[in-house]
């Protein structure tokens, strides 16, 4: 956080700050921008933001009624596989992301090639499932601010964003070695051409003259794909890996348009 800060802009205060990618909303949050527009081509993702914002009370009721047991994990876990799923409301939806969010295995969003989620039980022993002071603030920043909560395609947002403009870009990591793809966290994945695709929408951005800032692996196709901007090399800690020894920090971009 502090790297992608030190590189932001310094004029931002009158800015539209646009996050197409925004995931948990780590940058956002930190930033807590007056003026956001902020998107995720997950609907349960953005469902999830939504009832936040406008039912928060009833989402912590829902909440609470979760339990931290296997069998019923699995049978949370598998409603996505059944003709229920659509007869859930968006505060049960967004009931079950979290809860499954907080109990299953690292904290792993991930799905399979049918959109289903598949991370396993994680086995802990109290998780957190209602955090309701994070809850309560995200709700409060969401309602006291102007953010606009979209879900789609990244490059249907940029198209439209204004020239004064801010975009903070963090996709789906392109892979540093087969061992480490992961592409499960909406249905399909992505691939070298999708890193393509949005190297394309930066060089239009950079056209119009928006300033971005993104974030990626430090791969060499990244780096080949970005050699016409500027590039910092920074170190990230990587919290998910199969083998417990190889989490720690490694190596990461931070690539933008801008001195």
Not at 33 to 58: G, Q, R, T
Not at 101 to 123: D, H, I, M, Q, W
Not at 223 to 247: G, L
Request: hydrophobic share 35%; glycine share 6%.
């Amino acid at each position: 956080m502090p790297s992608i800060v030190a590189l932001m802009p310094k004029n931002m205060k009158n800015c539209t700050y646009v996050e197409p990618f925004v995931g948990g909303g780590a940058v956002l949050f930190y930033l807590q921008p007056k003026n956001a527009i902020i998107n995720d081509f997950n609907s349960e993702l953005i469902n999830v933001y939504e009832v936040v914002k406008n039912n928060l009370n009833e989402l912590i009721i829902d909440l609470k009624q979760h339990k931290n047991e296997s069998d019923y994990f699995y049978n949370i876990r598998q409603l996505d596989r059944t003709s229920e799923f659509e007869k859930l409301g968006k505060i049960q939806r967004a009931s079950r992301i979290i809860y499954l969010n907080k109990t299953c295995f690292n904290g792993l969003y991930r799905v399979n090639n049918a959109g289903e989620f598949n991370s396993p039980f994680g086995r802990y022993k109290n998780p957190n499932i209602v955090n309701e002071p994070v809850l309560k603030a995200v709700s409060y920043y969401l309602n006291s601010n102007n953010i606009e909560l979209l879900n789609g395609d990244y490059e249907d947002v940029l198209k439209n964003v204004s020239d004064n403009s801010f975009v903070y870009l963090d996709p789906p990591y392109h892979p540093i070695s087969e061992s480490s793809n992961f592409t499960g966290y909406v249905q399909g994945g992505w691939n070298m051409f999708d890193q393509a695709r949005l190297r394309e929408a930066c060089d239009d951005l950079t056209n119009r003259g928006i300033k971005f800032l993104l974030s990626n692996s430090a791969s060499g196709f990244i780096k080949d794909q970005y050699r016409n901007y500027n590039i910092t090399t920074v170190k990230a800690t990587r919290t998910i890996n199969s083998d417990a020894d190889k989490r720690g920090e490694i190596d990461e971009l931070l690539i933008r348009n801008y001195e």
